[in-house]
């Protein structure tokens, strides 16, 4: 293997699982299953949330914005991933990289934050239901969801292009799957205490605030739930924000595993797996997740398979 200097924009090799190759075929055959679950599932609440003007709500307005996330999140990584698992070539370009590596962290960072404002909107109609169109109007809405992609953006800007600039001296075989912040970071030849206090930072500025804004919001919700005086109320409750309660422990506690640990803890396949399971896992459970806790969304999609697109039973937000 050629040695090229750090400024080389030759790119990297992606070791993959290579030292397992009977395990690459496996996993090639479960990510595709799983990407296949994600581009139907998100295209079908987006498709559905459109179609139906009884689902032109706030909550749905961010639903959408998810599964529009997740297709973005998956597809900036998964058909490069497909290329690494099925061949022998593990090549990816230096371009290719650092576009997966800004996409990743961008897309990454959009759904902490996204989550936050669901759960937002949740403690909203939950504890404030007389003003909620008021509170959520779509001015609002539109301005709070520009706001977690700007912010994202903006994040993983600065994060990708410090770890970018690390001089590698030669080095390009990152012992990933895909171009991921910490696996490019480790393979610096310089002190990368620096970057990694950074990563930590913002790491806390876009994962833990979003995550004790959702924790106070639940408990907020928790607690006007508790004086409900009706049941049927207590379990409309409990529901609509149940699926987003889902979601946010799946997500939240495969990334604060990943990124709030210092660099060189976790084992390196420990690493990779954690990596596969929030790159293709969670995105394919979000619409499953939503579509089978809510009685709109399912009442909706059946509709949609049998090519209905008359009045849909609504029942209450």
Known sequence: ????????????????FSDHPELEMVLSGIVTVFYLITLIGNTAVILVSLLYPQLHTPMYFFLRNLSFLDLCFTTSII????????????????????????????????????LAVMSYDRFTAVCKPLHYLVIMNPQICLQMVSAAWGISLANSVVLCTMTLKLPRCGNHILDHFLCELPALVKIAC??????????????????LIPLSFILISYALIAKAVIRMKSAVGRKKAINTCGSHLTVVSIFYGTIIY????????????????LTLFYTIITPSLNPIIYTLRNKDMKGAMKKLVKGDKGSLEIGGH
């Open 258 to 273: 990943m990124y709030m640990q210092p660099g060189n803890s976790a084992s390196k396949d420990q690493g990779k797996f």
């Open 1 to 16: 293997m050629r040695h090229h200097n750090y400024s080389s924009p030759d790119g990297f090799i992606l070791l993959g």
């Open 190 to 207: 310089i002190d990368t205490t620096a970057i990694e206090m950074t990563v930590f930072a913002l790491g806390i500025i876009i994962i």
């Open 79 to 114: 058909p490069q991933m497909l290329v690494n698992l099925w061949g022998q070539d593990k090549a990816i370009s230096y371009v290719g990289c650092a576009i997966q590596l800004y996409g990743y962290m961008w897309f990454g960072s959009v759904e902490c934050l996204l």
